[in-house]
């Protein structure tokens, strides 16, 4: 942990590639980002960054909170099944 700005943990991947933050222990991290949000896992993983060590939360994907999602469903109301198309 950063002692001055109290950091313990760093996002990978997604679009807070990078970014640190104050995680408090917690298993997941949503982010809302332009109306959806952005999911972050923790792992046992830790990476250094100016001779600190933070905790890696690994960047597990996006969800619309409405639960529309793009290709879920088709243009006339119906269900999309690519096994059985």
Same mark, same amino acid.
């Given at each position: ?5 109290? @950091? ?7 679009? $807070? /590639? &990078?970014?640190?933050? !104050? ?5 997941? %991290? ?9 999911? @972050? ?7 250094? $960054? /100016? &001779?600190?060590?933070? !905790? ?5 994907? %996006? ?23």
């Amino acid at each position: 942990m950063d002692s001055q700005t109290g @950091y313990d943990a760093i996002f990978v991947g997604g679009p $807070r /590639d &990078g970014s640190l933050l !104050t995680s408090d222990d917690e298993a997941l %991290v949503e982010v809302e980002i332009d109306g959806l949000i952005h999911r @972050y896992v923790v792992t046992t993983k830790q990476r250094e $960054r /100016d &001779g600190v060590a933070y !905790t890696v939360y690994n960047y597990d994907g %996006v969800i619309d909170p409405t639960g529309a999602m793009p290709g879920v469903e088709t243009p006339d109301g119906g269900r999309h099944n690519p096994v059985n198309k």
